[in-house]
């Protein structure tokens, strides 16, 4: 197999789960990002402690943390991993903090683990939901927020190594 072929497609195109069993257990590392964008308002409700919904950055954070260990249940080809370590962070951005002078939440999950298979779409599904339940926290007050900039930034670990996000 080279590495252009998709590896949960068999000869005949059918999706499948790859078999990981021949592969050796190393120790995996992923950092997923992702922006919140809203209005200054909003942001400072959120910061200043004041949503109707409680506290919405610890709240983001613990759904994050939950959501990637249901990745599997997500993601119909992925393979149940038993995570090592869960992390994320959210980080109010104010005005004039970023060059396109958007406002609102960057939020980064770094998740690891030791096995046969990468922890990429765990990190990516927890910077996912802690955005999204940012949104659901906050949405009555400002239904215009837009998610996005969910990328993958790192990886490490197994067979191919070493792979960073260039700025």
């Known amino acids: ?13 059918q999706a499948r ?4 069993s021949p592969k050796d257990d190393t120790k995996r590392r992923a950092v997923a990002s992702g922006f919140i964008a809203m209005q200054p308002e ?9 949503a109707a919904k409680g506290d919405v950055l610890a709240t ?16 119909p080809l992925c393979h149940p991993l038993n995570i090592t370590k869960a992390a994320v962070e959210l980080v109010p951005v104010g005005a004039g903090e970023r060059a396109d002078g958007r406002v609102g939440i960057e939020v980064k999950a770094t998740l690891g683990v030791t ?28 239904r215009g927020m837009e998610i996005g900039e969910i990328r993958l930034l790192l990886k ?3 067979k191919s190594g070493l792979w960073e996000r260039e700025a």
């Open 1 to 13: 197999m080279t590495q252009n072929e998709l590896t949960h497609l068999d000869s005949k195109g």
């Open 17 to 20: 789960m790859v078999d990981v």
């Open 42 to 50: 909003t942001l400072a409700l959120i910061v200043e402690g004041k």
């Open 60 to 75: 983001a954070r613990v759904a994050g943390i939950m959501a990637s260990k249901q990745t599997a249940s997500l993601i």
């Open 115 to 142: 096995g046969k298979t990468g922890i990429e779409m765990e990190a990516l599904t927890a910077a996912s939901v802690a955005c999204l339940t940012v949104y659901d926290m906050c949405k009555a007050v400002d």
């Open 156 to 158: 490490e670990g197994g």
